[in-house]
């Protein structure tokens, strides 16, 4: 059974940092490009940050030079650190696999809420 179990998420003053965590299991993570979704009320849900099995990374324009993504593989955990949080970085951040390749499909985590106070 899939699980991916987000962490670390809360309410910071702008300027702020923090550091979400999802662990993973039930698939081939080492395998799999892992992601950070978010998305804010009434708006859709939008790509943050991806991380390849080879460790490529991706990010959104809006969080390029203050998020970094990355993975541990022996822990089956990825994590986002964000620094320097705008209030615009207020959303629910969801954890993503993409088992497209493997499986045909994506997995997602329950999500964490991050709230960034001006």
């Known amino acids: 059974q899939v699980q991916l179990v987000e962490s670390g998420g809360g309410l910071v003053q702008a300027g702020g940092s923090l550091r979400l965590s999802c662990a993973a299991s039930?698939?081939?993570?080492?395998?799999?490009?892992m992601g950070w979704f978010r998305q804010a009320p009434g708006k859709q849900r939008e790509l943050v940050a991806a991380?390849?099995?080879?460790?490529?990374?991706n990010y959104a324009d809006s969080v390029k030079g203050r998020f970094t993504i990355s993975r541990d593989n022996a822990k089956n955990t990825v994590y986002l650190q964000m620094n320097s949080l705008k209030p615009e970085d207020t959303a629910v951040y969801y954890c993503?696999?993409?088992?497209?390749?493997?499986?045909?499909?994506?997995?997602w985590g329950q999500g964490t809420q991050v709230t960034v106070s001006s």
């Open positions: 039930g698939f081939s993570f080492s395998l799999t490009t």
């Open positions: 993503n696999a993409d088992q497209t390749n493997l499986v045909g499909r994506y997995y």
């Open positions: 991380v390849t099995r080879r460790n490529s990374t």
